[in-house]
């Protein structure tokens, strides 16, 4: 059954929290806090370059300081952490944001847990991944899970009672997802199943999901036949596939072969426009969150 307008519109949705963010940002204005956000990037990775300009350039846009302190491939984990150390007691930024993926021989954990908990914007200090678990709403969740969510419940999708099938179990998206919607509250209370590389029969997983998130990082893995008449299907998947004909010789797809999906779904994110910017909206949204903490104090 094709559905023309079953589109989630991530972009829209996003523009919505952000104008709820820079309300925040005025009001903070005027008891003299502005929020302030800072980066740090670790080697030469093309697709953390772009990230980090697309967060940049929105903090600009409304109004956060921001800073990005890119360091060499050949930084060592002691350099870092002492970057870290450093800003974590910088009082002009609220947030402080490490782009994963690092290089190899950076001890990722031992870098996320060396962030101030009340800074760890990302959500990624076992602290805040702690208090997620606990459905402690005092913690930052993880932005994409956390944007995956809003995009569900500002799209008037109820969640409850759902069955949610998620593909994927990283600690950024696929693990968060599934404490998110297990939780025993109000915008959560699903069943979940998470599926991996060592799931058995995943399409008949994914066949049951009412509400199927793909966040595995592999190219159009999810068909048509994998996916129940009327589910809601969101992609958080960017994968570089060749292409000849693009300038830059790729091209970049998601975890669902969207077009033959799409008619069978009563909803589905597209991508790019879906999930993407409810990620930075989460972003923009925790560090405003970092500051009104620190205004309080
Ligand atoms: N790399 C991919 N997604 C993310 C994210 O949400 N935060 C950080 N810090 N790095 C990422």
């Not at 200090?125 to 932005?143: Q, T, V």
């Not at 049951?208 to 129940?228: H, P, T």
């Given at each position: 059954m094709a559905n023309k307008d079953n589109l989630i519109d991530g972009k829209a949705i996003a523009e919505q929290i952000h104008a709820e963010t820079r309300e925040e940002i005025e009001r903070l204005a005027r008891v003299g806090t502005r929020p302030g956000l800072v980066f740090v990037r670790v080697g030469d990775d093309p697709a953390s370059q772009v990230y980090v300009g697309m967060k940049e350039k929105m903090c600009r846009r409304l109004g956060i300081h921001t800073e990005t302190h890119a360091l060499p491939a050949s930084a060592s984990e002691a350099e870092l952490l002492s970057l870290i150390d450093r800003l974590n007691r910088?009082?002009?930024?609220h947030g402080i944001l490490v782009q994963?993926?690092?290089?190899?021989?950076?001890d990722a954990s031992k870098v996320y847990s060396a962030i101030r908990p009340e800074k760890d914007v990302d959500g990624f200090h076992p602290i805040n991944m702690g208090k997620l678990l606990l459905g402690d709403p005092s913690g930052f969740a993880p932005c994409t899970p956390a944007g995956i969510v809003e995009l569900l419940v500002r799209s008037g999708?109820?969640?409850?009672g759902k069955e949610a099938v998620i593909l994927g179990r990283g600690n950024i998206v696929g693990k968060p997802m599934a404490a998110l919607l297990m939780q025993k509250a109000p915008r959560a209370d699903a069943t979940v199943t998470v599926c991996h590389s060592r799931t058995r029969n995943i399409a008949a997983h994914c066949r049951r999901a009412d509400i199927l998130i793909a966040a595995m990082?592999?190219?159009?893995?999810?068909?048509?036949?994998m996916v129940k008449e009327g589910a809601v299907v969101v992609d958080v998947g960017v994968n570089r596939v060749d292409d000849p004909q693009a300038q830059r010789g790729y091209r970049l797809v998601g975890d669902v072969d969207f077009e033959a999906v799409r008619p069978k779904a009563a909803r589905i994110t597209p991508?790019?426009?879906?999930v993407g910017p409810m990620t930075i909206a989460m972003l923009m949204k925790n560090t405003v969150r970092a500051a009104q903490a620190l205004a309080r104090r």
């Amino acid at each position: 059954m094709a559905n023309k307008d079953n589109l989630i519109d991530g972009k829209a949705i996003a523009e919505q929290i952000h104008a709820e963010t820079r309300e925040e940002i005025e009001r903070l204005a005027r008891v003299g806090t502005r929020p302030g956000l800072v980066f740090v990037r670790v080697g030469d990775d093309p697709a953390s370059q772009v990230y980090v300009g697309m967060k940049e350039k929105m903090c600009r846009r409304l109004g956060i300081h921001t800073e990005t302190h890119a360091l060499p491939a050949s930084a060592s984990e002691a350099e870092l952490l002492s970057l870290i150390d450093r800003l974590n007691r910088d009082e002009t930024f609220h947030g402080i944001l490490v782009q994963a993926p690092l290089p190899k021989g950076i001890d990722a954990s031992k870098v996320y847990s060396a962030i101030r908990p009340e800074k760890d914007v990302d959500g990624f200090h076992p602290i805040n991944m702690g208090k997620l678990l606990l459905g402690d709403p005092s913690g930052f969740a993880p932005c994409t899970p956390a944007g995956i969510v809003e995009l569900l419940v500002r799209s008037g999708i109820e969640i409850r009672g759902k069955e949610a099938v998620i593909l994927g179990r990283g600690n950024i998206v696929g693990k968060p997802m599934a404490a998110l919607l297990m939780q025993k509250a109000p915008r959560a209370d699903a069943t979940v199943t998470v599926c991996h590389s060592r799931t058995r029969n995943i399409a008949a997983h994914c066949r049951r999901a009412d509400i199927l998130i793909a966040a595995m990082g592999v190219a159009r893995f999810v068909k048509a036949d994998m996916v129940k008449e009327g589910a809601v299907v969101v992609d958080v998947g960017v994968n570089r596939v060749d292409d000849p004909q693009a300038q830059r010789g790729y091209r970049l797809v998601g975890d669902v072969d969207f077009e033959a999906v799409r008619p069978k779904a009563a909803r589905i994110t597209p991508n790019p426009g879906g999930v993407g910017p409810m990620t930075i909206a989460m972003l923009m949204k925790n560090t405003v969150r970092a500051a009104q903490a620190l205004a309080r104090r």
